[in-house]
């Protein structure tokens, strides 16, 4: 990954050189050289990682020598072979993914990244007509942040590229920052930062003339495979699944694959190992693990019967407390919210100790595997009541008959003949939390900032015909991956790691946005589609594991020893006036009791969550934006 950055004039002023320079001293990021490349009205910056064999000899960025066209590319297509065939051989097969991307714009226009399948930011510069076109790739993993001004349109990678780069005033969006603290993030553009916006996945950014447009160009392939049997599901998505790991571990480097123990990244682990023993895939898969020995949420049992099965011995990484000082130096030095404790930061330091750049993740079966009940509308739409009946039954046997109908109205028929459940059905995202602001914040503030507003305006940025498909979308569509995500892979960049999800290949995506969901969620049993397609691939330890390891406590310790560093009562949102301090002391103290107790009961009701948002907040004011 590593990242790119541009700079755009808009009033034709003699490109200064300088800046580049600028943006390039203050990201320390691109282990194999910075990139630069410039005109008379506009600049680029490419941070350099060759994740890649055909990257590793590329010249980033690259103007074309027919078109005098300039592209800065981050990222990896997929589909190779598919595209130097549209090409029809004007382009070498060894060429770079960026040659082949600049390449079909000249030919096909804006429309060019419809047909990529991949993951990518890019933006392409046209002097001829003074045009500058970017671009995201549909599920968003490749951050693309931009601002603009009277003088200049600029985006970059990563936040310090903007800030410090070009040194732009600092000034807070508290409408963002209120997503953020009340647990349900939706904005899909903006940032903390006042004036830098995000360009959405799988949309695009024109400037031309001094204008600024964005579209919403991905429309997922959609096909109906609710008439096919569940062998056909089987073996369609065991096809995909094969073709999206044998992309991600396309190389420049040794592969690594994350093994936790759960069902999605067990079967990248397990799957992968077949196919580099079938000769498949050139290169093996090492798999590294992270276990907590003595803790509830330790995975050992299932991460050891994968290795067992296997006969393979994965690089297990011992976990480690959470480094409060390195958290506020990673604000200052990235200007990102600190790092939830998670596995990716011990694993992505051991990998690049040992000069491995690629990790694979299970992340995307949870989204596009667990299943939901949102395809019973459609089941009553089309008139198939029998098999609505039999999913009812399915549930779980302690429910009564009478329960398990009472089931099938209220989630099948009442979205169809009820207007106010048929709006719910419609706008999934608004309907699963409403319109009232969390106790925690201040009521006032909430207002101010328009929060109800906000999640009001939340919107998909396509529809569909079928419920399953509209509640299916929300995956490409949601706002908190970014805040999730973005600071994890700003980590893994500073390890020289490029992290690749192959449960996230956009043609998993497209065969998930039209098949069956009887076969997603059988009964309760969730992914059971995956648990089908990864028979006699996986341990069954594995396969027929119910449930997930419950992470809270880790995150609760560092909680704890920020909060012995500074009250509740003394974090900035609170003095801010943003947050009820009582209100969220009530809830640290109910968690703090659960752990402290056998925790053999229920996690308390309250919103644990909001707790870390509150503290990583606090020090992201103190330490990134310098309150």
């Given at each position: 990954m590593a990242g790119l950055a541009g700079v755009l004039f808009l009033d034709r002023r003699p490109f200064p050189g300088e800046i580049l320079g600028r943006i390039a001293a203050s990201s320390a990021v691109g282990p194999d050289g910075v990139g630069m490349w410039s005109d008379s009205q506009t600049g680029f910056v490419r941070f350099r990682n060759a994740t890649t064999p055909e990257a590793v000899h590329e010249t980033q960025p690259f103007q074309d020598p027919k078109t005098g066209d300039c592209i800065v590319f981050d990222g990896r297509l997929d589909n190779r072979t598919e595209l130097l065939e549209r090409l029809r051989g004007s382009v070498p097969p060894s060429a770079p993914d960026c040659e082949i991307a600049i390449a079909l714009n000249a030919r096909f226009g804006d429309a060019f990244v419809s047909m990529l399948t991949g993951d990518y930011a890019l933006a392409i510069w046209r002097a001829s007509a003074r045009r500058l076109f970017c671009a995201r790739s549909p599920l968003g993993w490749r951050p693309f942040l931009w601002t603009l001004n009277d003088s200049f349109f600029a985006f970059a990678s990563q936040p310090r590229a903007l800030i410090a780069g070009l040194g732009l005033k600092r000034a807070l969006n508290e409408g963002a920052i209120g997503e953020y603290l009340s647990s349900r993030f939706v904005s899909l553009t903006d940032t903390f930062w006042k004036g830098i916006q995000r360009l959405p996945g799988g949309s695009s950014l024109v400037v031309e003339d001094g204008r600024l447009q964005t579209r919403h160009w991905h429309t997922p392939r959609i096909v109906d495979w609710t008439h096919r049997s569940e062998a056909d599901h089987v073996e369609e998505f065991r096809g995909l699944f094969d073709q999206a790991l044998e992309a991600s571990v396309r190389a420049s480097t040794d592969v690594a694959a994350q093994l936790s123990?759960?069902?999605?990244?067990?079967?990248?682990?397990?799957?992968?190992?077949?196919?580099?023993?079938?000769?498949?895939?050139?290169?093996?898969?090492?798999?590294?693990?992270?276990?907590?020995?003595?803790?509830?949420?330790?995975?050992?049992?299932?991460?050891?019967?994968?290795?067992?099965?296997?006969?393979?011995?994965?690089?297990?990484?011992?976990?480690?407390?959470?480094?409060?000082?390195?958290?506020?130096?990673?604000?200052?030095?990235?200007?990102?919210?600190?790092?939830?404790?998670?596995?990716?930061?011990?694993?992505?330091?051991?990998?690049?100790?040992?000069?491995?750049?690629?990790?694979?993740?299970?992340?995307?079966?949870?989204?596009?595997?667990?299943?939901?009940?949102?395809?019973?509308?459609?089941?009553?739409?089309?008139?198939?009541?029998?098999?609505?009946?039999?999913?009812?039954?399915?549930?779980?046997?302690?429910?009564?008959?009478?329960?398990r109908i009472r089931q099938a109205i209220g989630n099948g028929v009442l979205p169809v003949i009820s207007a106010s459940r048929r709006l719910q059905a419609r706008w999934p995202q608004f309907a699963a939390f409403g319109a009232t602001p969390p106790r925690w914040l201040r009521p006032e503030w909430a207002a101010r900032i328009g929060l109800a507003e906000r999640w009001r305006d939340d919107r998909p940025t396509a529809d569909f015909d079928a419920y399953a498909s509209r509640f299916r979308y929300q995956v490409y569509d949601t706002g908190r991956r970014h805040v999730n995500w973005d600071n994890v892979l700003a980590h893994a960049d500073r390890c020289n790691v490029e992290i690749r999800h192959p449960f996230h290949d956009l043609r998993i995506s497209h065969f998930a946005m039209g098949a069956d969901g009887q076969y997603f969620l059988r009964g309760d049993e969730t992914k059971h589609l995956l648990r089908l397609a990864m028979r006699g691939t996986l341990p069954e330890k594995v396969r027929t594991r119910q449930g997930k390891a419950n992470f809270t406590p880790v995150i609760l310790r560092a909680l704890q020893q920020r909060l012995r560093e500074r009250d509740i009562g003394e974090l900035l949102p609170v003095q801010m006036g943003w947050i009820d301090g009582d209100r969220l002391r009530v809830m640290y103290q109910e968690h703090a009791a659960w752990w402290a107790g056998d925790r053999k009961t229920p996690m308390p009701q309250s919103h644990f969550g909001a707790i870390w948002f509150a503290a990583a907040m606090d020090m992201w004011l103190e330490h990134a934006f310098g309150v």
């Open positions: 123990g759960g069902l999605d990244s067990t079967s990248v682990v397990c799957r992968g190992v077949e196919l580099y023993r079938a000769g498949r895939i050139a290169r093996p898969m090492r798999a590294v693990s992270v276990r907590f020995p003595g803790e509830a949420h330790d995975e050992s049992q299932w991460s050891s019967a994968a290795e067992e099965h296997l006969g393979i011995a994965a690089d297990v990484v011992p976990d480690r407390p959470y480094d409060l000082d390195a958290a506020r130096q990673w604000c200052r030095d990235t200007l990102h919210l600190p790092l939830r404790p998670n596995v990716m930061m011990p694993v992505c330091e051991r990998l690049e100790a040992q000069g491995v750049r690629v990790l694979l993740t299970g992340e995307g079966g949870d989204d596009w595997m667990a299943g939901s009940r949102a395809h019973w509308p459609d089941l009553v739409r089309h008139g198939r009541w029998l098999q609505l009946y039999r999913e009812a039954i399915a549930l779980r046997s302690g429910r009564s008959l009478k329960t």
